[in-house]
């Protein structure tokens, strides 16, 4: 997609969630003047309403559907969250603001608007993502930035105050933080022909040193454990808009095959929204195999990791592919894991030098 292409996408995106917005308001509105309590459908985000769907490769809703009515005392709370946060987020859209999750929290305080914790809050988000079909990203809600991404690619600002402006993304040797600013930006040209997501700040660190952006001609990106939905988001538009391959590296355990997995068809958690996975990355490691293969040192699994590795086993997501099948009973086995720094037993560049090349070329 051309920058001005995805310029003008952002913007009719903006158009099309203050619309959305802005019809609630008009339905609920309509219905208290018509003498009527006001109500609101959403599908239902029960997990018996949740299921893998092969054609687009990820968890999805089904058709069940729940009523939350201002007749019943109940929902008469959550209700009005939700309406407060269709009008807050309504505010941070048309206004072209952005907020925290928690930031989202502490201000409903101002309105006499409470949630018990900001957990309740996130829910209510997520609630008003599943009314409309939006991600709390379209109304300017983001969590925390903790990801950020090293490489030849020059980025275009859109964002109020800085349209226009370019950065490479090697301008920074800790890498730039992936921020709203960032995932909104344009993509104007990069050199790379790949993308390398890795999920510890010390393995990232010590790819940039070693100029692995350079020797791989590679996009770096830091997941910071499992990754932020932006940072999924950007890879994904790293993947579709530039045509480039995306490779997971993560720790040798079953969170780590989680992490992988999550960036490729994403979880049940946003089984409501789209465009946050890429289908077609690759796992690149680091793998159970890999372990017995190039003798790491390694951990005991304990019993929570082996609860998650039965469960990863039952998830339909793991069996499309024989090789996650594979990695399972491997770890199931050897009822070990290692980390993504155990490769420095070999001496500190030996995961660039040796492992890298290998399971790039390995999983192509």
Do not use: C
């Amino acid at each position: 997609m051309e920058p001005k292409e995805y310029r003008s996408s952002i913007m009719e995106r903006r158009k099309e969630v203050l619309a959305s917005l802005g019809n609630l308001g008009a339905k609920i509105y309509e219905q208290i003047d018509r003498g009527f309590f006001p109500s609101i459908e959403m599908p239902s985000r029960s997990t018996e309403n949740i299921y893998y769907d092969p054609k687009f490769r990820q968890y999805i809703l089904g058709d069940k559907r729940v009523k939350r009515s201002a007749r019943n005392i109940r929902h008469l709370k959550p209700f009005a969250q939700l309406v407060w946060t269709a009008l807050f987020s309504y505010e941070l859209t048309s206004q072209r603001k952005t907020s925290t999750l928690r930031d989202v929290y502490y201000s409903a305080q101002a309105y006499e608007m409470t949630f018990k914790d900001q957990q309740e809050s996130n829910n209510i988000i997520t609630d008003l993502e599943t009314v409309l079909g939006f991600s709390r990203e379209d109304f300017n809600i983001f969590p925390e930035e903790r990801s950020a991404v090293f490489g030849d690619l020059t980025i275009s600002y859109t964002v109020p105050g800085y349209e226009g402006k370019t950065l490479n993304l090697t301008s920074h040797p800790d890498g730039v933080m992936i921020g709203p600013a960032l995932t909104s930006a344009d993509f104007v040209e990069t050199s790379a022909d790949k993308v390398i997501a890795i999920e510890k700040g010390g393995l990232f660190t010590r790819f940039i040193e070693e100029n692995v952006h350079k020797k791989f001609n590679a996009i770096l990106v830091l997941t910071a454990g499992q990754a932020p939905r932006a940072t999924r988001h950007f890879i994904g538009r790293l993947n579709r808009e530039l045509r480039l391959p995306v490779y997971v590296f993560t720790d040798g355990d079953p969170w780590g095959m989680h992490i992988a997995m999550v960036i490729i068809s994403g979880s049940a958690n946003a089984a409501h929204l789209r465009d946050l996975t890429t289908p077609d990355a690759k796992w690149s490691g680091v793998w159970a195999t890999d372990i017995v293969n190039y003798k790491l040192p390694t951990d005991p699994l304990d019993e929570i990791d082996m609860k998650r590795l039965y469960e990863l086993q039952k998830d339909p997501r793991y069996k499309e592919d024989p090789l996650w099948q594979r990695e399972i009973k491997t770890f199931m086995k050897i009822k070990r894991k290692a980390e993504q720094e155990a490769f420095s037993r070999y001496g500190l560049t030996y995961i660039v030098d040796e492992y890298l090349p290998a399971k790039l070329e390995e999983t192509k």
